[in-house]
């Protein structure tokens, strides 16, 4: 029973924080409407059918609707050319009920992602991936687009961590989307941080020094308990729905949650944890384009 209660006081909740900005977002909606006129918009774009990228827009549509947004969702067929992705995106960017566009990632394997990423008009790059907002964020600008996973865990630190200045974080995980940003907006914050990828040889020696570990590999379960220095706080932003033995599924993480929870002194879990974050945060940063579209 105590076991139990050390460990619900070690989890940082995500659902709730992502609830409570939420809730935040819905009335900034209701403000900017009464002051301007303007109801934030934001488009998203699915190429195919892959069925864990279905589940994710219809959770953003359904999330959009909630807090007042208008939603404009773009179903596009496998075979999409690049051209007619690209003629689509400049489209949008011209359309003034638009403040916000999404692509979602992966993209089938004959679309090249950057150039369609590119063709994003910066002011509507609610995802933060172009070049643009990119060198924003390594300047310390605080006017560009951050990638809303990285962000949502940096709120989460924000909540849960002590101040950030001289803390050494380790992130595994070098993507564009996750891993780049989460090292840039520490390093933003004064920690000190260091990266390890799939060719870093003893991640776990580097993991081991980490007062902040953030994990974003998607290779499930890679970091052991033995791979957390003690009191160390644990983001872990991997998802993977695995088969249970009653034959049912389930969401876990790239962190072996059972023993790295008795080693760290705060973790996310998965399900819970950065997800509902990363959706909360896409909210935010489509509220932000609208207010600077106005501006
Ligand atoms: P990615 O495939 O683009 O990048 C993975 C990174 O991890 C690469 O830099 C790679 O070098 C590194 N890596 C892979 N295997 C490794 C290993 N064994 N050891 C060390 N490094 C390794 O993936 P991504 O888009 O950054 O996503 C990572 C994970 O996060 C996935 O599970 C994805 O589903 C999840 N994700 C979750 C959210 C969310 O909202 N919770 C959002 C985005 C991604």
């Given at each position: 029973m105590i076991l139990k209660k050390n460990c619900d006081q070690k989890l940082i909740n995500g659902k709730v924080y992502a609830e409570s900005l939420t809730t935040q977002i819905k009335q900034d909606v209701i403000n900017l409407q009464q002051i301007s006129g303007i109801t934030p918009g934001l488009a998203v774009i699915l190429v195919g059918n892959d069925s864990a990228s279905e589940v994710y827009v219809r959770n953003k549509t359904k999330q959009t609707h909630a807090v007042g947004m208008r939603s404009f969702m773009h179903l596009l067929p496998e075979k999409t050319t690049e051209e007619e992705l690209v003629k689509l995106i400049k489209r949008l960017n011209q359309d003034?009920?638009?403040h916000g566009i999404l692509v979602q990632l992966p993209?089938?394997?004959?679309?090249?992602t950057d150039t369609i990423i590119q063709a994003i008009l910066p002011s509507k790059d609610v995802d933060g991936l172009t070049a643009y907002n990119t060198g924003k964020l390594s300047l310390g600008h605080q006017d560009g687009f951050v990638p809303c996973t990285p962000l949502g865990c940096m709120y989460l630190l924000q909540k849960e961590?002590?101040?950030?200045?001289?803390l050494h974080a380790v992130i595994i995980g070098a993507s564009n989307l996750m891993g780049k940003p989460m090292a840039q907006i520490l390093l933003n914050q004064n920690c000190t941080v260091s990266i390890a990828h799939i060719d870093t040889v003893h991640p776990e020696l580097l993991a081991r020094q980490a007062d902040i570990l953030i994990v974003a590999t998607g290779c499930q379960g890679l970091v052991k308990g033995s791979w957390i220095k003690p009191g160390a706080i644990v983001i872990d932003v991997g998802i993977h729905r695995i088969e249970t033995t009653n034959g049912k599924t389930k969401l876990i993480g790239d962190v072996v949650f059972d023993e790295a929870i008795a080693i760290a002194s705060k973790i996310t879990p998965v399900p819970g944890g950065v997800g509902p974050m990363t959706i909360a945060c896409l909210l935010q940063n489509t509220l932000k384009a609208a207010k600077k579209m106005l501006n």
């Amino acid at each position: 029973m105590i076991l139990k209660k050390n460990c619900d006081q070690k989890l940082i909740n995500g659902k709730v924080y992502a609830e409570s900005l939420t809730t935040q977002i819905k009335q900034d909606v209701i403000n900017l409407q009464q002051i301007s006129g303007i109801t934030p918009g934001l488009a998203v774009i699915l190429v195919g059918n892959d069925s864990a990228s279905e589940v994710y827009v219809r959770n953003k549509t359904k999330q959009t609707h909630a807090v007042g947004m208008r939603s404009f969702m773009h179903l596009l067929p496998e075979k999409t050319t690049e051209e007619e992705l690209v003629k689509l995106i400049k489209r949008l960017n011209q359309d003034t009920d638009i403040h916000g566009i999404l692509v979602q990632l992966p993209l089938p394997k004959h679309l090249n992602t950057d150039t369609i990423i590119q063709a994003i008009l910066p002011s509507k790059d609610v995802d933060g991936l172009t070049a643009y907002n990119t060198g924003k964020l390594s300047l310390g600008h605080q006017d560009g687009f951050v990638p809303c996973t990285p962000l949502g865990c940096m709120y989460l630190l924000q909540k849960e961590a002590p101040p950030l200045k001289g803390l050494h974080a380790v992130i595994i995980g070098a993507s564009n989307l996750m891993g780049k940003p989460m090292a840039q907006i520490l390093l933003n914050q004064n920690c000190t941080v260091s990266i390890a990828h799939i060719d870093t040889v003893h991640p776990e020696l580097l993991a081991r020094q980490a007062d902040i570990l953030i994990v974003a590999t998607g290779c499930q379960g890679l970091v052991k308990g033995s791979w957390i220095k003690p009191g160390a706080i644990v983001i872990d932003v991997g998802i993977h729905r695995i088969e249970t033995t009653n034959g049912k599924t389930k969401l876990i993480g790239d962190v072996v949650f059972d023993e790295a929870i008795a080693i760290a002194s705060k973790i996310t879990p998965v399900p819970g944890g950065v997800g509902p974050m990363t959706i909360a945060c896409l909210l935010q940063n489509t509220l932000k384009a609208a207010k600077k579209m106005l501006n």
